[in-house]
Nanobody, 115 residues
Framework: QVRLVESGGGLVQVGGSLRLSCTASESTFRIDTMAWYRQAPGKQRELVAEIFSGGNTNYASAAKGRFTISRDNAKNTVYLQLNSLRSEDTAVYYC?????????WGQGTQVTVSS
């Protein structure tokens, strides 16, 4: 069982920045892929960005050029830097870890972008 704890969400104005953190209960060296998803009210959960064990990354089109995912295996932590935030980025952001064939989820952190 992998426990994930997110932090860093909050209220920010359009154009602002936030950094989300997700700390895992075990070494991220053992985690194949770590990712950030988000879910806005009335919408399905969607992938924002993912980072693979080798360091390669993949971004949703809405995130490219504005968001950056990174991982610090020494701290068992993955980060999501959110820049140039828009009102449509408002959502609950969830951390996800894929270990072998099992997905684990954090409890989510709210990001609200106000205009």
């Amino acid at each position: 069982q992998v426990r994930l704890v997110e932090s860093g969400g909050g209220l920010v104005q359009v154009g602002g920045s936030l950094r989300l953190s997700c700390t895992a209960s075990e070494s991220t060296f053992r985690i194949d892929t770590m990712a950030w998803y988000r879910q806005a009210p009335g919408k399905q959960r969607e992938l924002v960005a993912e980072i693979f064990s080798g360091g390669n990354t993949n971004y949703a089109s809405a995130a490219k050029g504005r968001f950056t995912i990174s991982r610090d295996n020494a701290k068992n932590t993955v980060y999501l830097q959110l820049n140039s935030l828009r009102s449509e980025d408002t959502a609950v952001y969830y951390c996800n870890a894929l270990v072998v064939w099992t997905h684990y989820w954090g409890q989510g952190t709210q990001v609200t972008v106000s205009s």
